[in-house]
């Protein structure tokens, strides 16, 4: 039996299994063996390789956005709206069939645009070019989901899925669980919290499913199973992501109205140019950049022409983006904020 038939199994009997307290251990053994198959599945075979054609696209700017969605949902039209970047678009599906990259000039930053092809499902399985697609976007700070606003609801669910069994984990935090593989004295566990949904003895289980008798666990929130899996494995990716449902002038504006109100969702038309001035205000936001200008003594601040970082970034940062030997010689810094209240 092949890696995917021994998936498909262990997904049918956890579909049927009944979900309660006599059956928690049982559940958490199934996930952790579905993990397992799920990370071979994803290993690059020799066989794979040079077939990446297209894909290997450099890191520039001052972030990565992946875009990401079904055929024919107006990806390539987006690129070329945002920025100078010409993607063919069509009426007929698979118009993109390699990585095009774009750049968004935003508030003095260059943002990286990726044009990805469009994913069908059973992608993380290696359908398609899904396994690239999903490669890239791994790689990305942001990912933007391009949804047709006619059929939306089942894109983002089978979207969510496919970006699931591969690892991204859309608009979540990384789970507040410490773990430490030790060399001996058996398996060590304690919480700072009441749990509710994984016991001391599943957590074993599930560390003995992977071959490990001796490790160190501390729970400091109340996580899943599931969580406790993905802190083992170690590769999952924790990226915020967008909702934009496209084509919002094929449907009523009662639909337009509830797709808005979702969390992490934006409504805009490609085809008419509606909303996608808010759409690139969200998308800063979610990148949290911030824009730093310098001032010369004496001399008004130049505005022109601003230090991108991440959200966070200290006064070495901002040295180490002027010149590599000006944070050895730096001494003091007089900073000016300006703080914007979001009503």
Not at 92 to 101: N, R, S
Not at 263 to 284: Q, R
Request: with cysteine; proline share 3%; charged share 25%.
């Amino acid at each position: 039996m092949g890696i995917l038939e021994k998936i498909s199994e262990i997904e049918k009997e956890i579909a049927r299994t009944q979900k309660n307290k006599a059956t928690e251990y049982h559940l958490g053994l199934l996930k952790a063996k579905l993990a397992k198959y799920r990370a071979q599945l994803l290993e690059p075979s020799k066989s794979a390789a040079g077939k990446g054609e297209g894909f290997d696209v450099m890191k520039s700017g001052d972030a990565r956005v992946a875009l990401i969605g079904f055929p024919s949902v107006g990806k390539s039209t987006f690129l070329s709206l945002m920025t100078s970047t010409a993607s063919e678009a069509a009426s007929y599906e698979f118009t993109t069939l390699t990585c095009i990259p774009g750049v968004i000039e935003y508030k003095g930053a260059n943002i990286q645009l990726l044009d990805l092809p469009g994913i069908i499902e059973g992608a993380a399985q290696g359908k398609g070019r899904g396994r690239q697609v999903i490669a890239v976007a791994r790689t990305s700070d942001v990912v933007i989901m391009m949804l047709d606003a006619t059929k939306g609801e089942v894109q983002r669910s089978l979207l969510e899925k496919e970006l699931e069994t591969v690892g991204i984990r859309l608009n979540k935090n990384k789970p507040n669980i410490y773990f430490k593989p030790k060399k001996g004295g058996g398996i060590s566990f304690n919480s700072t919290v009441p749990l509710t949904q994984c016991s001391e003895k599943l957590v074993q289980l599930i560390l003995h499913e992977y071959k490990m008798f001796n490790a160190e666990v501390l729970f400091r929130e109340d996580c899943t199973p599931d969580d406790f899996i993905d802190v083992i494995v170690g590769n999952r990716v924790y990226m915020p992501c967008l909702y934009v449902y496209n084509k919002i002038d094929q449907i009523s504006m009662e639909e337009v109205d509830r797709l808005a109100r979702q969390p992490h969702s934006v409504v805009i038309s490609c085809g008419m140019k509606l909303n996608l001035d808010y759409l690139l205000e969200m998308l800063w936001q979610y990148l949290a950049l911030t824009c730093i200008y310098t001032k010369k003594r004496g001399q008004r601040p130049d505005f022109a022409d601003a230090i991108i970082l991440r959200k966070g970034a200290s006064v070495e940062h901002v040295c180490h983006r002027i010149h590599r030997t000006l944070a050895s010689q730096f001494k003091y810094a007089l900073v000016w904020v300006s703080i914007i209240h979001e009503s």
